[in-house]
């Protein structure tokens, strides 16, 4: 089960910054405080689901978790600021920038992707194939391509172009998250079927969370939601709210048959597709 390993997770995540340098206190203070903010660590229990259904202690995939969710936090820090969202919550408290100054909070945005290489090279030094840099690299530089899409309003005419920006901005990390397992076990054979799925997850989670966002407020939500506000093409303002449940339900279908047509336990992979059904934050 991966909440077995969730919070052995969370204290190793609490603790990969103490030994970063003291002097700098302020900076690791700002990175912390939204590292280990509450998070839903979706991306952690999907890298853990992955590597239980191919056998694999998820301990051993606790760096490529940790790098994960730097990228991922450094991506929340970033949006967040007034450049981007402007937005003031996020993970249940105020935004990075809003605490430590717009300064610190590109500074600690910049720093989680140094740290996040650097927990990438201790995996490689483990024995993992050097691919898993690569494919890391490019999740990295996909999803700020998505929002560089997601930000030019020209681009976004049709739903198969918010798609695009959804499969870069939220999939290309996602899609990692399911694959990496294999640059451990250095087997390939399921590559393509994971990425396949990881799109369909991608998607669905994206889908859900503007469903979240239009349903629920930010205070129940515990982050602030400027879509709206900035005029931002979203599922529910492309197809409206039915159509985005329908187009949900279908995605989360692809992805739990790409599973059954794997010779691997996918337990762990079907309940995520059941949490992202589910979810409510
Ligand atoms: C590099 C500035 C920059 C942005 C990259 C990923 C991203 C683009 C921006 C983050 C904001 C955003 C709404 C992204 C879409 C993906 C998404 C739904 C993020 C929220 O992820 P959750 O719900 O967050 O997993 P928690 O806080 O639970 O980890």
Known sequence: MITNYIDEFETYLNEVLINENKECSKLYESISYSLNAKGKRFRPKLIFASAISFGINPRDLFDVAVAIEMIHTYSLIHDDLPALDDDKLRRGVATNHIVYGEDYALLAGDNLQSLAFSHIYKCIEKGFDIKLLAAFATSCKEMVEGQSLDIDENYKTDISKLETVHLLKTGALIKFCVACPLFYTKDY???????????NIGIAFQIMDDILDYKYSDEELGKSN???????ATYISFVGIQKSEDLLAQKIENARNILSSMDIDTKELDEIC???LKRIK
């Not at 054979?189 to 799109?199: A, F, R, T, V």
């Not at 400027?226 to 931002?232: E, I, P, Q, T, V």
């Open 189 to 199: 054979s399921y590559y393509d079927k994971l990425i396949e799925y990881g799109e």
């Open 226 to 232: 400027s879509d709206a506000l900035n005029d931002k």
């Open 274 to 276: 059941e949490f992202n």
